[in-house]
């Protein structure tokens, strides 16, 4: 939302300078930047009760998370905008992408830094954006069991929407 950091909305007539990485801690930023491609990546992997995903998973997350560039919120389209501009392309590791564990506990470390230093409704965006990517990687090709449905309820505690 335009808020200004102090969350009063900005005065009549005049848009609240854009969200920068000023408002969050390097490392807080890096989180909230990272989360969504580590959920692409958890979603796409298999493990135990959850099939390999197809080219048509990985596009649909893809998609999903490019689709944050039209949502009704500064903090969502500041993280699609960080994503698109890194140059490095260098991944993380995929042990720690792919660790169910790891990435729920980023989650919540998210919801943490969201709680206290974001709007309510940017946050509640970002972790619903998030889920977003999730469900449509887990229904992108008809393969949705049992663990998908696990790994999403999971997932939806971890970012407090359940």
Known sequence: MSHSLAGEPPSAGRRAA???TAVYSAAEWDLLTTLPGRVLVAAA???PGRPPRGVAAGLAGL???AAG????SDLVRAVVAAIYARHDGAPAPADRLADLVDLLAACRAAVRVLRRRADPADSAAYRQWLESVAVRVCHADDLTGPAD???LQRLGHALELR
């Open 69 to 72: 560039r039209a949502f009704d």
């Open 63 to 65: 998609d999903a998370v």
């Open 18 to 20: 854009p969200l920068t």
């Open 45 to 47: 992997s298999p493990t």
């Open 149 to 151: 449905r696990r790994f």
